[in-house]
């Protein structure tokens, strides 16, 4: 039986309203006493870290509302990272919070726990808003282009196959993802701004194989950055697109249920309606 639902869209009831743009969600458990912490983050419209006089009923004061909804919960989390450092139930070094929260500058002064909380702030939207912006943006390329479909698929089962059941996915298995990241990469190309034709010939036809062999001239193909700006997450989020790509292909048939949704920039790429799928198990 299918399963109607946003690509882009949470089930978080208390974030409906605020348009968040992720495909799915896994719940963790929480102190009691602590407001959730791993809440689904709701979406940020662009704006979100300017200040500006409050303006009702536009993009950007509904970006600051939600940031300051990020910026409460953060706060609970930092509270209740330094009680745990403090008791030495946390390790310094486990995780980015509580470095910041333990490490001081160049004088051993501590930062401040605004200052934290912004550095968190955005570290989520860094790591957040680009990768799912991407994970939607895959699906949509993929529904409409079946022979690209097909070959992933069947790149994707080869290593399922090499794996007893329950396995995880190694690090040499996402090396193995030759086609699947070749057709990532031409999604991200599709949807850049700019697309240079005298570098990307052809700029609005699908050609995974531009990305055999040799890559892209330095600078023209820019989703990571490039050079000493190159994004430090790249690897991370490769992994992250790759597992995500493999678990689902191998577990799910969809189709769009607006095939021609277009595409707007806020700031990154995402379809105006969230892309809603019909979504059903694979046999």
């Given at each position: 039986?299918?399963?109607?639902?946003?690509?882009?869209?949470?089930?978080?009831?208390?974030?409906?309203?605020?348009?968040?743009?992720v495909?799915?969600?896994?719940?963790?458990?929480?102190?009691?006493?602590?407001?959730?912490?791993?809440?689904?983050?709701?979406?940020?419209?662009?704006?979100?870290?300017?200040?500006s006089p409050r303006?009702?009923?536009?993009?950007?004061?509904?970006?600051?509302?939600?940031?300051?909804?990020?910026?409460?919960?953060?706060?609970?989390l930092v509270k209740?990272?330094?009680?745990?450092?403090?008791?030495?139930?946390?390790s310094p070094s486990q995780d980015i919070m509580?470095?910041?929260?333990?490490?001081?500058?160049?004088?051993?002064?501590l930062m401040p726990e605004a200052e934290i909380i912004n550095n968190m702030l955005n570290?989520?939207?860094?790591?957040?808003?680009?990768?799912?912006?991407?994970?939607?943006?895959?699906?949509?390329?993929?529904?409409?282009?079946?022979?690209v479909l097909e070959k992933v698929i069947a790149?994707?089962?080869?290593?399922?196959?090499?794996?007893?059941?329950?396995?995880?996915?190694?690090?040499?298995?996402?090396?193995?993802?030759?086609?699947?990241?070749?057709a990532i990469s031409e999604v991200m190309r599709m949807t850049a701004p700019i697309n240079d034709p005298n570098y990307h010939p052809r700029t609005l036809t699908f050609n995974e194989s531009r990305f055999e062999g040799s890559r892209p001239?330095?600078?023209?193909?820019?989703?990571?950055?490039?050079?000493?700006?190159?994004?430090?997450?790249?690897e991370f989020a490769r992994a992250e697109l790759l597992v995500f790509l493999h678990n689902l292909v191998n577990g799910f048939h969809w189709s769009l249920v607006n095939p021609d949704e277009k595409l707007i920039y806020d700031p990154m790429p995402i379809p105006v309606k969230g892309l809603p799928i019909r979504l059903r198990p694979r046999d």
């Open positions: 039986m299918s399963r109607q639902r946003s690509a882009g869209g949470l089930l978080h009831p208390e974030a409906a309203h605020l348009q968040p743009r495909p799915a969600v896994h719940e963790h458990h929480r102190p009691a006493g602590h407001l959730e912490a791993c809440r689904p983050l709701p979406h940020v419209p662009q704006g979100s870290r300017r200040s303006r009702p009923r536009t993009s950007f004061y509904w970006s600051k509302k939600a940031a300051d909804s990020i910026r409460k919960e953060l706060w609970v209740w990272r330094r009680t745990e450092l403090e008791r030495k139930t946390a509580s470095h910041l929260i333990v490490n001081g500058d160049e004088n051993g002064k570290l989520l939207f860094a790591g957040h808003d680009t990768s799912t912006s991407t994970l939607v943006l895959i699906i949509k390329y993929l529904s409409k282009l079946p022979h790149e994707q089962r080869e290593i399922a196959a090499s794996k007893v059941r329950g396995e995880l996915l190694q690090w040499g298995d996402l090396q193995k993802m030759r086609y699947s990241w070749n001239a330095p600078y023209t193909y820019v989703p990571f950055g490039g050079g000493p700006r190159m994004r430090l997450g790249l």
